[in-house]
């Protein structure tokens, strides 16, 4: 596709929302061009952001956000959010960022900031968004990732932005995957997906237990829903997926279930299964700590890279 190179400046409507500070997170220099809260007026009244559904109902927390030292973000409510991060020369595509944390909690650094670090140095946009927990309404973090992807599509021809992918990491990786399959329209339909050791079924032989028992506890409905291996279909968009044998966590089992799926009904997709790494490697390289899969990080990143530009 045609490549847009452009130029994106600070300016007045790239500030920090009220109540934010931008400030850079540990072994990154990094901060947000622009914060966004989703639902200004919090998540008990019936608005958003304009070009946004509602909050639907409210997750009912109450308890003060916290942030623990490795980035776990807990207890999001009303303040659930959107963290947006432009390059200075953009190649036309951005990417929501669903950080995983088993819907526990949102790892706001390995799966979040670090993400959108590596993002910028492709030229791509980032959104991660900080969505709530479910707190026993299963339709939640999905309802904030459509309206994060609604406020982008809204903003669109504003930044430059030509096509909207979404990536996600372990739980983050499941609801990647459900944006992916339970888009109500256009506009909440991703225009690709990168799916990261996901969670991928509800099923109790192959599920993360914990994110299972966050997300639909012992809703048989809700399971058979949220089971996205059987919610593939033509439209689901081109997918790149990346997991390792040796996930502990997340059984590699997820991934390749899914990945049949797709190739079955003939959606575009790759998938990199590499033979150790364990669980939550994410974007931490070398220079910020321990890196999981030091020995294919390269391998990864250029293919992820190739594929990117495979899809713009």
């Known amino acids: ?29 990094l901060i947000p061009t622009q914060t966004v809260l989703l639902y200004p007026e919090g998540q008990n009244v019936d608005m958003g952001l304009a070009g946004c559904a509602g909050p639907g109902s409210s997750n009912g927390i109450t308890e003060p956000e916290s942030t623990d030292k490795h980035g776990a973000v807990r207890n999001i409510g009303d303040k659930a959010r959107v963290d947006l991060y432009f390059p200075k020369k953009g190649n036309g595509q951005l990417v929501v960022i669903c950080p995983g944390g088993g819907y526990e909690y949102v790892s706001s650094y390995n799966e979040g900031i670090y993400v959108a670090e590596w993002l910028l140095s492709q030229g791509i946009a980032a959104a991660v968004v900080k969505y709530r927990m479910p707190n026993g309404h299963c339709d939640i973090p999905l309802t904030d990732v459509q309206n ?83 919610r593939v279909s033509r439209k689901t968009p081109p ?45 931490t390289t070398g220079n910020k700590g321990r890196d999981g899969i030091g020995y294919v990080r390269h391998e990864f990143e250029e293919s992820l890279t190739r594929w990117l530009d495979e899809v713009r």
Request: with cysteine; proline share 4%; charged share 20%.
């Open 148 to 230: 994060a992807i609604r406020y982008c599509r809204n903003n669109a021809d504003l930044w430059k932005i030509k096509s909207i992918g979404i990536m996600g990491f372990s739980a983050g990786g499941h609801l990647a995957a459900s944006a992916s399959n339970l888009f109500t329209d256009d506009i909440t339909r991703p225009d690709f997906s990168v799916l990261i050791y996901p969670v991928i079924s509800m099923d109790r032989s192959i599920t993360h237990t914990g994110s299972r028992n966050s997300l639909v506890g012992k809703d048989k409905k809700a399971e058979g829903i949220y089971s996205m291996e059987n």
């Open 239 to 283: 997918t790149f997926i990346v997991h390792c044998s040796d996930d502990k966590t997340v059984p590699v089992a997820n991934s390749i279930i899914y990945y049949s799926e797709l190739v079955k009904n003939n959606v575009y997709a790759e998938m990199h299964i590499y033979p150790a790494g364990g669980h939550g490697w994410g974007f």
């Open 1 to 29: 596709m045609k490549k847009n190179i452009i130029t994106l400046l600070l300016s007045a409507a790239f500030m920090a929302a009220p109540g934010f500070l931008a400030t850079a997170q540990p072994k990154s220099d």
